[in-house]
């Protein structure tokens, strides 16, 4: 057997010495300087040759650098020098040799899967493998020949398999009355003799028998490790487990050679050879070459691609995430429990991110180029794109069909961004050549994009990590084509990506976990510290119970330290603040707090300050509520979660207390809206609250608001933030002469409209 390198550029003299060129002239690319390069994967035999000629997966190559020597090397060697791999005076051990022959029969079966999955491919080049016939011979002696060789006696021989084991079995059951009335004990019940222990007409040692024992245990255990579709129709009590690794490690051909003279028949012996030469893989079988055959795939990397998305990806992603708008496709994409919130057995329901992935088929080794990593880095921002896309449509239908896991990467409490993990993964070959490790180890290079520093939860800042994944076991987990493995390891790899991006994350970054203390509303903190928590706060958690949880991420860089400080103290008065790395349920650092209402006055020194003259021309509105529930519904104990006060619109015939004219309202130009609790307007206390934006809302719209007992139609001032102003106002003052110049009109407790202006007169002392 001829072993080749994919991608690899031979000297042409050194393949006309080992006398490989004709057998591949029309398959060879020779560029310009020379070299010969053969850009397939897969086998060729070569009537020319009378040999195999195997192209292996260039991954197979460890690229060294100069101060190696600079030149590619496969198990220490040059690929020149393992060429013919059937050389026992050569460079390759036995192991090797072995090896090289079992990657070929992966490699077989990863093709033929991969055929069978993608009817539509044009990358394999394929003339059907030659059947058994009487014409002329050839000698082989790869594994995959007989593999191939003892499937198709299996199918093609049925008649004969089936009459030699009726003949084996023929008398078996059958009763000697002889021996049983000699040596068997005998019980006579109404008069007639019952035998206990019959004894039947058994043959001491059946040769056929164990020869068909051992064929079908081989096609059993290759049907099962190589997943090769084998029909098993016989009724023998196989050998397995630990007993067939007894025939695998050199039993088997020890003893097939002790039954070898049993059998003359033409079949038989034929039987026999095959067997013997699965068990010593180096014995030589005739196989007929009438023509030349050939499995090979011209860009593997496809291949590679399209085993990773099998093994790691999803296939049902929403239309435009893989495929994206501008053109771009994403290699590997999955949904999967995201990265902040807590770990799976820590969590009650699964919150999920997308995961982004790019198979990378390079030699062992290799880089990623700059040009593959902003490529990650476009597949990020056109998903954040896509996300945000369908969270500001109105189609309802769409969101449901498009994101039915309900997943948003933005915040609106924190206007901050989910992380999404992206990674490249490439491939390596296990250093002990082992097809069963399904090792998976991560680089040490991390690349990052950002526009602003120190803010981890920024729909700019984006981190991509780097895999390796042993390239024997998924190619062998593919090839094997069992779903149930391919599934588990789907899960376990999975959850391995998450930690090994949560470990990163917990290296470069401190997680802190907080929670509002007593009397603080989380909410209009942060919008009033907005440009000091941008990007550090996100709301991974949301509400767990009744209690508010925030996680807040900080650079572990030292140029940060001073920023991280002041974040800290910033937080800390008004949040309990734990470390807590991500991935950590917040409950098992944070203490318990006992939420107050959600009204509750928020410190003076938390609130913006407006200077009053500044106003003199724009309109303030003074309000009341009536009780504490109706001020949690104005701070937020709505359906939108939103801080917003409304006012009664007048409607003709509908006699309503306290309403005013729309067009009032909206011409008005109302900045502020002052409010104090209905009845203690003589304590002088009230809240003031800057106006965002105002809307009308129907009877039915309250209802949905879950407004008590809505009538008629509202308008509704929508509150940015909760504010403090300059002077004081005496409020108890303002409210008693306005009574006394309304005397007949007011009703109390309706809104009432006046300028900046007016209220400087009522400066508190």
């Given at each position: 057997m001829k072993v080749l390198i994919e991608g690899y550029y031979y000297d042409p003299a050194v393949?006309?010495?080992?006398?490989?060129?004709?057998?591949?002239?029309?398959?060879?690319?020779?560029?310009?300087?020379?070299?010969?390069?053969?850009?397939?994967?897969?086998?060729?035999?070569?009537?020319?040759l009378k040999d195999y000629i195997f192209f292996l997966p260039k991954v197979v190559l460890e690229e060294k650098s100069k101060e190696d020597g600079g030149a590619d090397r496969v198990?220490?060697?040059?690929?020149?020098?393992?060429?013919?791999?059937?050389?026992?005076?050569?460079?390759?051990?036995?192991?090797?040799?072995?090896f090289i022959c079992e990657l070929a029969v992966w490699v077989y079966r990863a093709l033929m899967i991969y055929r069978e999955t993608h009817p539509n491919q044009n990358i394999l080049l394929e003339r059907n493998i030659a059947q058994i016939g009487n014409r002329r011979q050839r000698l082989s002696d790869t594994l995959l020949d007989i593999i191939l060789e003892l499937i198709r006696f299996n199918r093609d021989n049925q008649n004969y398999l089936l009459f030699v084991l009726k003949?084996?079995?023929?008398?078996?059951?059958?009763?000697?009355?002889?021996?049983?009335?000699?040596?068997?004990?005998?019980?006579?019940?109404?008069?007639?003799?019952?035998?206990?222990?019959?004894?039947?007409?058994?043959k001491q040692v059946n040769y056929d028998e164990e020869l068909f024992i051992i064929y079908y245990s081989i096609l059993n255990y290759v049907s099962n490790h190589y997943g090769f579709h084998v029909n098993i129709n016989m009724g023998f009590e196989l050998i397995t487990g630990s007993k067939l690794k007894h025939y695998l490690e050199g039993y088997g051909r020890v003893r097939m050679r002790q039954i070898r003279y049993k059998y003359f028949s033409d079949k038989a012996l034929r039987l026999w050879e095959l067997c013997y030469a699965f068990f010593d893989k180096s014995h030589a079988i005739n196989v007929h070459d009438d023509q030349k055959e050939y499995l090979l795939a011209q860009n593997f990397n496809i291949i590679f691609e399209a085993i990773i998305d099998e093994l790691v990806g999803s296939k049902d992603i929403p239309s435009g995430l893989?495929?994206?708008?501008?053109?771009?496709?994403?290699?590997?994409?999955?949904?999967?429990?995201?990265?902040?919130?807590?770990?799976?057995?820590?969590r009650q329901a699964q919150r999920d991110i997308y995961y982004i992935g790019d198979s990378k088929y390079y030699k062992i080794g290799s880089s990623v180029g700059d040009d593959s990593v902003y490529k990650q880095y476009t597949y990020a921002r056109n998903v954040i794109q896509w996300n945000l896309d369908l969270f500001l449509s109105d189609d309802e239908e769409k969101k449901q069909k498009d994101n039915p896991k309900n997943i948003w990467l933005r915040d609106e409490a924190t206007e901050g961004y989910n992380i999404i993990p992206n990674f490249f993964i490439s491939a390596f070959v296990d250093d002990k050549l082992s097809f069963e490790n399904d090792n998976l180890r991560k680089r040490e290079t991390v690349f990052n994009a950002r526009q602003f520093e120190n803010r981890l939860f920024d729909r700019d800042t984006l981190i991509v990590t780097h895999y390796d994944v042993n390239f024997l076991y998924v190619l062998s987990l593919y090839a094997r084509n069992n779903a149930f493995s391919k599934t588990s390891w789907k899960v376990q790899v999975r959850e391995l990506f998450r930690k090994n991006i949560q470990d990163e994350l917990n290296s470069?970054?401190?997680?802190?976990?907080?929670?509002?203390?007593?009397?603080?509303?989380?909410?209009?903190?942060?919008?009033?510290?907005?440009?000091?928590?941008?990007?550090?706060?996100?709301?991974?958690?949301?509400?767990?119970?009744?209690?508010?949880?925030?996680?807040?991420?900080?650079?572990?860089?030292?140029?940060?330290?001073?920023?991280n400080e002041r974040t800290l103290s910033l937080l800390t008065p008004y949040f309990y603040t734990e470390r807590c790395p991500i991935g950590t349920n917040p409950e098992s650092v944070l203490p318990k707090v006992k939420q107050q209402a959600i009204g509750t006055v928020i410190p003076t020194s938390l609130l913006t300050l407006h200077y009053v003259q500044r106003y003199v021309k724009d309109n303030f509105l003074i309000g009341c509520y009536k009780d504490e529930a109706q001020l949690s519904w104005i701070l937020g104990a709505n359906d939108k979660g939103t801080?917003?006060?409304?006012?009664?619109?007048?409607?003709?015939?509908?006699?309503?207390?306290?309403?005013?004219?729309?067009?009032?309202?909206?011409?008005?130009?109302?900045?502020?809206?002052?409010?104090?609790?209905?009845?203690?307007?003589?304590?002088?206390?009230?809240?003031?609250?800057?106006?965002?934006?105002?809307?009308?809302?129907?009877?039915?719209r309250m209802r949905q608001a879950l407004y008590p007992n809505p009538q008629g139609n509202y308008f509704c001032f929508v509150f940015d933030e909760e504010v403090t102003i300059n002077p004081d106002i005496n409020l108890v003052r303002f409210l008693t002469e306005y009574r006394i110049d309304t005397e007949n009109e007011y009703q109390e407790g309706a809104p009432i409209v006046t300028t900046g202006e007016k209220l400087m007169q009522y400066q508190s002392t």
């Open positions: 393949l006309e010495h080992e006398q490989v060129t004709d057998g591949l002239i029309e398959y060879h690319r020779r560029p310009s300087d020379g070299f010969v390069c053969y850009n397939y994967v897969g086998h060729v035999y070569s009537p020319k198990f220490g060697e040059k690929p020149e020098d393992i060429i013919c791999v059937s050389d026992k005076d050569g460079k390759l051990d036995a192991p090797q040799r072995g003949s084996i079995h023929s008398g078996y059951n059958k009763i000697n009355w002889r021996r049983t009335i000699s040596h068997s004990q005998t019980i006579v019940q109404d008069g007639v003799p019952v035998y206990l222990r019959p004894v039947n007409k058994k893989k495929e994206q708008k501008d053109g771009k496709r994403v290699d590997h994409m999955y949904t999967f429990a995201d990265l902040v919130y807590p770990d799976a057995q820590q470069k970054y401190s997680f802190y976990a907080i929670t509002p203390r007593e009397g603080v509303n989380a909410e209009q903190f942060i919008q009033q510290n907005f440009q000091q928590l941008l990007g550090k706060v996100y709301t991974p958690f949301g509400e767990i119970g009744s209690q508010e949880y925030y996680s807040v991420a900080l650079d572990n860089g030292d140029r940060f330290a001073d920023e801080n917003l006060y409304n006012v009664r619109i007048y409607t003709k015939g509908l006699k309503r207390a306290g309403t005013m004219k729309r067009s009032q309202l909206e011409q008005g130009g109302i900045k502020f809206v002052i409010l104090y609790r209905l009845g203690e307007d003589f304590k002088n206390e009230y809240r003031v609250f800057h106006v965002h934006h105002h809307a009308v809302m129907s009877e039915d």
